[in-house]
């Protein structure tokens, strides 16, 4: 029998989306063993003078617990 937790992170690009969640993915398995998913919970963005200048994304990360 598997234990699954997950835990919540945000992450950010200048490049976009997509960017965004791989930082994020690859951050957390620096920190966390046996990454299985992850849930884009939110997006936004933030502007300056009328330009997109950061794209955030929230997960929640997906992981097995060890034995």
Same mark, same amino acid.
């Given at each position: 029998? $598997?234990v699954? #937790?997950v835990?919540? *992170?945000i992450? $950010? @690009?200048k @490049?976009? !989306?997509?960017?965004?969640?791989?930082k994020g993915? #690859?951050?957390?398995?620096? +920190?966390?063993?046996?990454? +299985? @998913?992850?849930?884009? =919970? $939110? =997006? =936004?963005?933030v502007v300056e003078e /009328? #330009? *997109? &200048?950061?794209?955030?994304?929230n997960l929640?990360? &997906? !992981? *097995?617990? /060890?034995?």
């Open positions: 029998m $598997s699954a #937790k835990t919540e *992170i992450a $950010s @690009s @490049s976009g !989306f997509d960017d965004a969640v791989a993915i #690859k951050r957390a398995s620096k +920190t966390l063993r046996n990454v +299985t @998913s992850a849930w884009v =919970q $939110s =997006q =936004q963005v /009328g #330009k *997109i &200048t950061e794209y955030r994304v929640k990360v &997906t !992981f *097995i617990l /060890g034995d």
